[in-house]
């Protein structure tokens, strides 16, 4: 039970810091006199998720593998949406 335990809170883990990720990611305003500050916080954000992502997809079962497949893609889109400060 350990072991599916260790999987879920992977796949939870993944989830969360994928939608933490895209919630900095809104606040993100170009013409913002805080955006250098705003694009680092969500650079850093974006990295760490698909970090979790990487790892949760070692022990994924098939539906959370897809899932965590299309949070990859999609942290990579939005990692090149926004332009360096």
Do not use: C, W
Not at 1 to 22: I, L, T
Not at 32 to 38: A, F, L, P
Request: hydrophobic share 25%; aromatic share 10%.
């Amino acid at each position: 039970m350990p072991y599916h335990k260790d999987k879920q809170q992977a796949y939870q883990a993944a989830e969360q810091g994928y939608h933490y990720a895209v919630e900095v990611s809104k606040k993100l305003n170009s013409s913002d006199s805080e955006y250098g500050v705003n694009y680092s916080h969500f650079m850093t954000e974006n990295e760490k998720a698909r970090q979790q992502i990487e790892n949760a997809l070692e022990t994924a079962s098939e539906h959370q593998h897809s899932q965590l497949k299309d949070y990859l893609n999609d942290l990579e889109q939005l990692g090149t949406q926004f332009p360096k400060p």
